[in-house]
């Protein structure tokens, strides 16, 4: 078994020159999926899903290939996985395709208040292109949603529950299987935002329950430019297409169109099938490390971060003050000094941190902080980078000339 010190060293970007501990807003890239990206442009590019000749074959079965690591990745068939861009278009996916289609006048959808934008104003638009409402569901002031908060909400017109398994501002789990309970004892559907946890924990679809999980390749060692979206393949099935043209027809005539089977349905256009290379070898290399040994071992940063920091006075972590209650994410404020400046000055002691409302505004003004500083790791971490992100926090009340 490897350690955590060789594994770092498979990253090319990774130094001793900065701490980057912005982990939740993109991850850094091994040399395997740097090497899966090159290798598909270098031997097995062609267009994929259109040529009969060898090449476009083998960019096809690239591509299918990812499809199927995905699907393995979170215990779905293959026919349940769309590529998309990003977790940001799968959610939008989702709103255009299933609830514009699906909502009447009065229905409801219940969004929870600590949700992404990405994961909000989907809804918002679909309450407003269908006459649909949205409730919305406040978490408590340590971020967590529960099955009673859904439970005092639910109503028999809730048509959509739209929630993260984690907040990208929090960090904490959100009980997703005990929530789809309730969703489809109330005929509606749960859609997940997997964004922050389907990088650093194990993740099963079905044993969630969930209809829909949204997440994005970048964030877990992938390239930009590809996301995932799971959907229940009935729920697919019956689902008109999102976007419009090449590749997902089955036949066009001058007055209209018969579509491809689910899921090339809903992937319409030439797919990034480099992004989808790396994308597979970003899976296959956090398997061969083990998802229950990367939570762990984030769990065991967060600790040691969580720690050292709860040590500094006039430092104010948002959330839960007990550090397993953060999958690696950790918000905070200090005392006088602006987020943006807490990002400046860590910034010239070469420590990458986020600074900002974290695309998450109604979250914010609901906690009472129009803007904080957020530290978030990743496995490839180490004290040392901790380390120096404490001596930075330490010193940043001095610098600011308190
Ligand atoms: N949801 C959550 C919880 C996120 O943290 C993010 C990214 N910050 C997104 C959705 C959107 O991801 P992307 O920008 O990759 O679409």
Redesign the pocket.
Known sequence: MRDFDDIRADFPILSDEYAYLDN??TTQKPQAVLDAVERYYKSENANPLRGLYDLSVLATERYESARAAAARFIGADPHEIVFT?????S?NLVSYSYAASVLREGDEILVAVS??H??MLPWQNAARLTGAVISYIECSRDGVITPDDIERRITNKTRIIAI?Q???VIGRVNDIRAIAELAHAHNAVIVC?G??SVPHMAVDVKQLGVDFL?F?G??MLAPMGI?VLYGRRELLESMPPFLYGGEMIEHVTLCGATYAEVPHKFEAGTVNAGAAAGLEAAIGYMTDIGMDRIEARERELTRYMMERMQAIEHINIIGSADPDEHVGIVTFTVDGVHPHDIAEIMNSDRVCVRAGH??AQPLMKFIGYPSTARASLCFYNTEADIDRFIESLSGLRKKMGY
């Open positions: 939740a807003a861009r990003n977790a940001t278009e959610l949700e992404h990405s994961n993260a984690v907040s990208n935002d964004a922050q949204a994005s970048h964030k996301g974290h695309c």
